[in-house]
């Protein structure tokens, strides 16, 4: 049988180079068309059981050179990780791989006919469906189509939760980075526990609150396979202070609602492929910060400690210190601004894994990304009597 691999697949994305040798496999990662964006890979390789195959990442090199500022203190993506591994779609483990700074390389020797290597595993279309329809089983969870992507894609909205003027308005977005998966994974767990009609936690936060849930803020990146861009070339999450209807049509659509329905609470879901943690941090720097939000936040983050093993206090900001002048272009700065009584909050989960209750040979998988979901449903419930009801924007 002949060696073939493709990126040709449901969120798909590599270029070969030579696969004429199993041996000195040569690959390279494709960029977001027009843009300097690069770092997801997910391929399938086919005909070559029982072979063992090595493959080398030629473009690292630049990857790293276009990394966050002021992480010098952090190991870069490539370094102390692998890819992970799926002969089956569903189960996920990690292989060794080797950086010299400029290669990539690592191998494996497939059992069956076919495997799949992925920086973290796909959440690809038919999952995000499947993950709406399930929720839409419960009577109490509505439906919107908020908007449409540059390719004319849904931009859905789920409510969970009957609004009302004394109730707060949670909102919870996700991968606005299509290649950040996680967030698909975080969200089914999340879903298993808020439609548990038997989870005391779940239900007394669905009687107190109301969720609006934007299960895929980028629905053609997702589709099309790409690291952080849109279909138009835009990092959504550097658009939402001033957006572009034809740019950026996806955050046009969720800002909208944002400022219809009120806010009172913001967590914006993305990962990272380099800090070894589960990061989230408030809007600190933003113009109309209060003090007071420091309060808030730190019962939301104790609350999520105590609930989840996988979180760790202490982590500093991604990138060192937080800027004295918040990026307004980022969602969770933006939101932080014009919501001044809200709790604005970034979560950042891991790719390569946690330096607390680490899996060796595993790392982050699907598996912990669910229970995060799971885990986060207390702290939602803990932070709620600390927030204002239906906080509507103010100038800043």
Request: hydrophobic share 40%; glycine share 8%; charged share 20%.
């Amino acid at each position: 049988m002949t060696l073939s691999i493709s990126g040709n697949i449901p969120q798909g994305r590599i270029n070969v180079i030579d696969a004429s040798d199993s041996s000195n496999i040569r690959l390279s990662l494709p960029k977001d068309p027009g843009t300097p964006f690069f770092a997801w890979y997910n391929f399938r390789v086919s005909g070559a059981r029982g072979v063992p195959l090595t493959f080398v990442f030629e473009d690292i090199g630049a990857s790293v050179a276009n990394r966050m500022d002021n992480r010098d203190d952090v190991e870069d993506a490539w370094t102390n990780t692998g890819p992970l591994v799926s002969e089956d779609g569903e189960t996920w483990f990690r292989v060794p791989a080797v950086s010299d700074g400029e290669t990539w390389t690592f191998s494996y020797t497939p059992k069956g006919d076919l495997v799949t290597f992925a920086e973290f595993p796909p959440f690809g279309p038919e999952r995000d469906q499947a993950l709406t329809y399930r929720a839409l089983k419960d009577p109490d969870v509505r439906l919107e189509v908020i908007g449409q992507s540059v390719q004319g894609r849904p931009i859905d909205l789920l409510t969970f939760g009957t609004p009302g003027p004394d109730k707060p308005n949670l909102w919870i977005t996700t991968r606005q980075h299509p290649s950040e998966t996680q967030g698909g994974f975080f969200l089914e767990g999340l879903f298993d526990r808020l439609l548990d009609p038997y989870d005391a936690a779940a239900r007394v936060l669905r009687e107190q609150a109301v969720l609006y849930i934007v299960p895929n803020a980028n629905p053609d990146g997702n589709a099309l396979g790409l690291s952080r861009a849109n279909a138009a070339g835009a990092n959504l999450n550097r658009e939402w202070e001033s957006p572009d209807p034809e740019r950026a049509p996806e955050v046009v659509a969720i800002r909208e609602q944002m400022l219809a329905r009120g806010l009172d609470f913001f967590l914006d879901g993305h990962s990272d492929n380099e800090l070894r943690c589960n990061f989230i941090w408030p809007s600190e720097n933003v113009p109309t910060w209060t003090p007071d939000r420091w309060d808030i936040f730190r019962t939301f983050e104790t609350a999520l400690d105590a609930a989840s093993p996988d979180y760790e206090t202490g982590h500093p900001y991604p990138g060192g210190a937080a800027p004295a002048v918040a990026d307004l272009g980022m969602a969770w700065n933006w939101v932080g601004a014009a919501f001044p009584k809200s709790l604005s909050v970034l979560l950042e989960q891991a790719t390569k894994d946690t330096t607390l209750h680490p899996m060796a040979g595993q790392g982050w998988l699907p598996q912990r990304a669910r229970g995060l979901g799971r885990d986060i449903v207390p702290a939602l419930l803990a932070v709620v009597p600390h927030l204002s009801r239906q906080g509507r924007a103010e100038p800043y």
